[in-house]
């Protein structure tokens, strides 16, 4: 189980999924199953991405991406 998650919104999935996309990409520990996008509320736009990680280096890093992709509401947890 990954103990680090950083999380952000953005305000459609398109960006989200570009962000997901390049984490992935990375040489990184990151895997399909630990990046989620979803839905904050029906029928909008904005949805919320989750990458869970395994060290805070790989969670700072992430939250450059969210804030890179212009992911907002950027939060991390350890």
Same mark, same amino acid.
């Given at each position: 189980?990954?103990?680090?998650?950083?999380? =952000? &919104?953005?305000? %459609?999935?398109?960006?989200?999924?570009?962000?997901?996309?390049?984490? @992935?990409?990375?040489? @990184?520990?990151?895997?399909?199953?630990?990046?989620?996008?979803?839905?904050?509320?029906?029928?909008?736009?904005?949805?919320? @991405?989750?990458?869970?990680?395994?060290?805070?280096?790989?969670?700072?890093?992430?939250?450059? &991406?969210?804030? %890179?992709? =212009? =992911?907002?509401?950027? %939060?991390?947890?350890?």
């Amino acid at each position: 189980m990954k103990l680090h998650t950083a999380s =952000g &919104v953005f305000e %459609n999935i398109a960006k989200a999924e570009d962000a997901k996309e390049y984490l @992935l990409a990375q040489e @990184l520990e990151f895997t399909d199953g630990d990046i989620i996008i979803t839905t904050l509320t029906p029928g909008e736009e904005n949805v919320l @991405l989750k990458a869970h990680a395994d060290s805070p280096r790989e969670m700072q890093e992430a939250v450059d &991406v969210i804030r %890179n992709y =212009g =992911g907002v509401d950027i %939060n991390m947890t350890a």
